[in-house]
């Protein structure tokens, strides 16, 4: 049984904050099953009632994360590099109900889900195109591995920045009794392994939030190779959002391709401006309905202000936003991004000249791409652009 709790912010949430602010009392407590900004207040859905000392806790949690997300927090100006939002599209339904009918798309646990062959065909057409953009630029294939050592998250100050997102990785520790009684009693119920904590080695390896991390760390340390460098790769991706994990809309475990810039600024600011307008045309053959923005990361609550307004006023981050028009909104499918030189001083990845080298991505999240393009033109191929159908239905 579920219980309804209202909560007058004691501080106004500025409209442009309202989904932010949502978004992160997911994290606030493990009793919240739902949460909701209305113009009238903060509802939550409750695993079970509180009362008491319990609901005085959650109610200054809740406080809180307005607070420090609200108090002294300005809109800057969106600035708008693309919009074709308006462009028409034969499809208004929500693909997930046809997706699971299918067997399109099969939920193992919350974030994880087995995709079926019309799905993996999309994925497999738009990693594709994206391979041709890395192409373009002569860029160099790597392939990486899906842990990170904790030790390189430390260096670029992830811990302090995503802490809500990380997946953390474990294993039974090296020894005889802990290993035996484990195979012999484990067993999971509704809160998952029953195993005791103390079972597990201390934590050294999380799951890898992002691509271009890898490129980075193996440039550490060093002078950055002829000058410059331009990288692609494609990998599974984890970023824990707890209850804001829905559909192909936020997964978990996802499928990231990266094509990855290092070198001077001109260098990088260049080759980002570059691939936006290639990835246009390609944008304009499918028909997609989206537009481009500056976009800041999620940062967790105490980074959120300081680091939103730096990516905003330096223009750090675009993201290409496709329309969903079955719910009225837009998900972010893909952007366009420059770090400055964060990474180079982190790490210290230097240029020729000894200063520290710059670093931008244009990274694209493969199954909210194609989630995207469904939700604007269904699961019925005869509707889907020409450029779609022989890429995809014919594998031209």
Known sequence: MTNQLKITPA????????????????YVDEAILRARVAAD????????????????????????????????????????LEDFSSRPVPFSADPNTELLARGEMFQEAS???????????????????????????????????TLIP?????????????????????????????????????????????????SFSKTQTLLSPAVCYHLYFSLADKPLPGGGLVATAVGNCFRYESINLASLERMWNFTMR?????????????????????MRGFFEKIG????VESANDPFFI???????????????KFEIRARLPFKNSTLAVGSYNYHQDFFGRSLNITLPDGSPAHTGCIAFGLERMAFAFLAQYGLDEARWPEGMRKGVVSGG
């Open 258 to 278: 990266e094509v990855i810039f290092v070198g001077l600024k001109d260098f990088v600011l260049q080759n980002r401006e570059t691939g936006r307008e290639r």
């Open 41 to 80: 207040g903060i509802m939550l859905e409750l695993r079970e009632p509180v009362e008491g000392p319990r609901r005085s806790e959650l109610e200054e949690k809740v406080q809180r994360v307005v607070s420090m997300m609200v108090q002294g927090a300005f809109r800057s100006k969106a600035q708008v």
């Open 288 to 291: 997609l309905a989206y537009r």
């Open 150 to 198: 904790a030790r390189y998250l430390e260096r670029v100050n992830y811990f302090r920045a995503f802490p809500h997102s990380l997946t953390f990785v474990t294993h039974l520790r090296e020894d005889l009794d802990t290993i035996d009684d484990f195979s012999q009693h484990a067993a999971c119920d509704e809160h998952g392994l029953n195993t005791p904590p103390d």
């Open 111 to 145: 974030g994880i889900y087995t995709l079926g062959p019309l799905m993996t065909r999309l994925i497999a057409f738009f990693d594709g195109q994206f391979t041709e953009l890395a192409d373009s630029f002569g860029a160099t294939s790597y392939r990486f591995p």
């Open 11 to 26: 501080a106004a949430i500025p409209k442009h904050l309202t989904g932010e602010v949502q978004s992160k009392l997911a």
């Open 302 to 316: 105490g980074e959120f202000k300081k680091q939103a307004a730096f990516q905003s006023a330096f223009q750090l």
